[in-house]
Structure formats: structure tokens, C-alpha cells
């Protein structure tokens, strides 16, 4: 079953055409026509059923359903997906319609049951949506894998409502294969700014640090997740993709449920956050995305990522909260020094 689909009258994102006019500080990834036009040969599909090393480090240009049949068998070691909403969106030359839960349901299973052969048995999944949707996930989902968890995110962006809830969270379910599964809680440590700085009877500190930047804490990561930035104008990550997840998000996932050289699938690519971020932590990734002018972005970005290796709100190996001191502009350039080497 396809996900139903409308062609929009006109397309809000024509990259590759044309120029936007930007604000100086604006620091949005763009696309130009000649970059577009440089990056659409390296466009490819697959046609035939792969071996392992034919997806190693691709991005297919192509719909999602048309390349599962073609994936090896037990390749993925961890799935990301982020799927359409169950909402009337328009992502450039497709625009999506808003279903019925049991339909959106129905076409969730038409893909995820596909991806049951290619993952590992000790693979872990993640599947993002909004409260429309979160239902049908979990619904569908443990139809074929166990359910370990639902991380609920803070969007912090959000139109207010006069007569309901301004809608600033999103879900990820997290599933896996089997009960044998990787999972690495110290390679996702959160530091706290400290609040309250309890002292033990010496007057030395309890469970927090004091430094030059302020008093911290190194925490177990939750399943709510408030230090996350949705990108913005001014940050070198984002893009004119309409829901485009954090680098950070992805960093967490990937950190938490994949090894180095690992690989890292995205059946819906986006603009390439997922392969993007894969590539900086040392990971395989193979994404799959039917719009052309995204993939192009996406493979900019993969190239972006051989140079610059930085995470926004990631440093020396610790995740830090939302407008956390330490992640400063200083900071940050020294990162990014220090992971590109």
C-alpha cells in the first residue's frame, strides 16, 4: 500500500532553480543549480538484489518500497525512521493526505513488515512520529519487534492554540529484533547544569563537578528528552526540509544503538541528517530517499561531514542540556577541531 499522495500546485522548495534571499547570519545549507547539477549524476537506484557492500555508504534515489525487495538479508544493524505523519504535508513534489488512523496504520505494516529480513537479529529500530501517529506505531510495530521503550522530545518550537495544547513534543518508539541487543547508555551521558549543589559532611560535592564554566552533573539519559534544538536559521545544520530532526537527535540514537562500522539504514532519508551524522560517528550508512533535490542536499552534506565532524550540543564525548554554558562558540570551534582530526 502507498501512502496517499498529491501533487501540490506548486512546489514550496525549488533549491536547485532558484535563489533565496537570505538574512546575513542567515546560515541555512542551500543548495545551488550547479551544485544540484553536480551532485544528480552521483544519483543512483537499485535494480537488482545487493550484497552487503553494493549499500555500504549510498544513498538511493529512489521510493522506499522499491528498494526493500532489494536489500541483503540481515545487513542493518540499526534502523532510523522517520516517516511521513499522518498529516496533509508537502515535501517539494509530493504532498502527503492525512488518513484514518487504521489506513496510516495499514501503510505503515505495507513497509516495516518488509523490513523484518533485512535486519539482524540483535538490530535495534526507532520510528519518530507525532501524536496522531504514535498510536499506529506501536500498534504496528509489535506486530514484528519488542517494544523497549518510548522517548517522548521536546520541539520547543510550536504555534500556540487559543483552544488547545500548544503541540511542542514529538515520540520515537524504540523497538528491537530480540531480546539480544546492543545497547551503550555511557556513550549517551547527559551533563546537567546543577541546581541544587548537595555536599556530603566534608563539604565536598555530591555527584556533581565544579569547574570554570559552572557546577555540572553526568547523568543517565531518560526517555524525555528537553536538550534538543529543533534547526533554526542560524545553525550551519539546518535546512529548508520542513521536518528535518536535530543532528544531536541522531547522534544519540546512533551512539546508543550502533557500533563504529555498523550500519545505519534510513528508509526516508529526508535531507540526510541520518547519513550525515552516521558518517561523523564512524558508522556504514545506506539511506533511501525518492525526492531528487534532497538527495543532492544529502549528499552535500555527507561531503560537508568528511571535513567537519562536529555535533552541535555533543562535546568530548558528553551530551550537554539545551543553552548549557560550556557550549559556547569557543567550545564548539575547538570540537570540531578536535573530532575532524
Request: glycine fraction near 4%.
Amino acid at each position: 500500500m502507498r501512502f496517499p499522495r498529491d501533487k501540490p500546485v506548486v512546489s514550496f522548495l525549488i533549491m536547485a532553480n532558484g535563489d533565496q534571499s537570505r538574512a546575513p547570519l542567515n546560515r541555512t545549507l542551500t543548495l545551488s543549480g550547479a551544485e544540484f547539477e553536480h551532485y544528480k549524476p552521483e544519483l543512483r537506484q537499485l535494480e537488482a538484489p545487493a550484497a552487503k557492500v553494493e549499500v555500504y555508504d549510498r544513498v538511493f534515489c529512489q521510493d522506499v518500497f522499491d528498494v526493500l525487495t532489494k536489500l541483503p538479508d540481515r545487513s542493518v544493524d540499526l534502523m532510523f525512521a522517520d516517516p511521513p505523519y499522518n498529516l496533509t504535508k508537502s515535501f517539494n513534489d509530493t504532498k502527503f493526505r492525512e488518513t484514518s488512523v487504521d489506513e496510516y496504520s495499514e501503510w505503515l505494516d505495507s513497509w516495516l513488515a518488509q523490513t523484518l529480513r533485512i535486519l539482524k537479529p540483535t538490530a535495534s529500530i526507532y520510528i519518530c512520529g507525532d501524536w496522531r501517529s504514535s498510536a499506529a506505531i506501536h500498534r504496528v510495530g509489535q506486530k514484528y519487534f519488542l517494544p523497549q521503550n518510548r522517548i517522548t522530545w521536546e520541539r520547543e518550537k510550536g504555534r500556540g492554540a487559543k483552544s488547545n495544547w500548544k503541540n511542542c513534543s514529538e515520540d520515537i518508539w524504540f523497538f528491537t529484533v530480540g531480546e539480544d541487543y546492543y545497547f551503550n547508555v555511557e556513550a549517551v551521558m547527559l551533563k546537567r547544569n546543577v541546581i541544587a549543589p548537595y555536599t556530603h559532611e566534608n563539604g565536598e560535592p555530591k555527584d556533581w563537578t565544579e569547574t570554570e564554566d559552572g557546577r555540572f552533573r553526568v547523568t543517565h539519559p531518560s526517555n524525555l528528552w528537553t536538550d534538543l534544538t529543533v534547526p533554526y536559521w542560524s545553525m550551519p545544520e539546518n535546512t529548508d526540509h520542513p521536518t528535518q530532526k536535530p543532528e544531536k537527535l541522531l547522534a544519540k540514537i546512533i551512539l546508543a544503538s550502533s557500533k563504529e562500522g555498523d550500519l545505519v539504514f534510513d528508509p526516508f532519508n529526508g535531507s540526510g541528517t541520518t547519513t550525515a551524522v552516521a558518517k561523523k560517528l564512524g558508522r556504514r550508512y545506506l539511506g533511501v530517499e525518492v525526492d531528487e533535490t534532497y538527495c543532492c542536499l544529502a549528499l552535500k552534506r555527507l561531503d560537508l561531514a568528511a571535513d567537519d565532524r562536529s555535533i552541535q550540543g555533543y562535546v568530548d564525548g558528553i551530551f550537554w542540556e539545551r543553552n548549557a554554558r560550556k557550549v559556547s562558540r569557543k567550545g564548539a570551534k575547538k570540537t570540531a577541531k578536535t573530532q575532524s582530526q
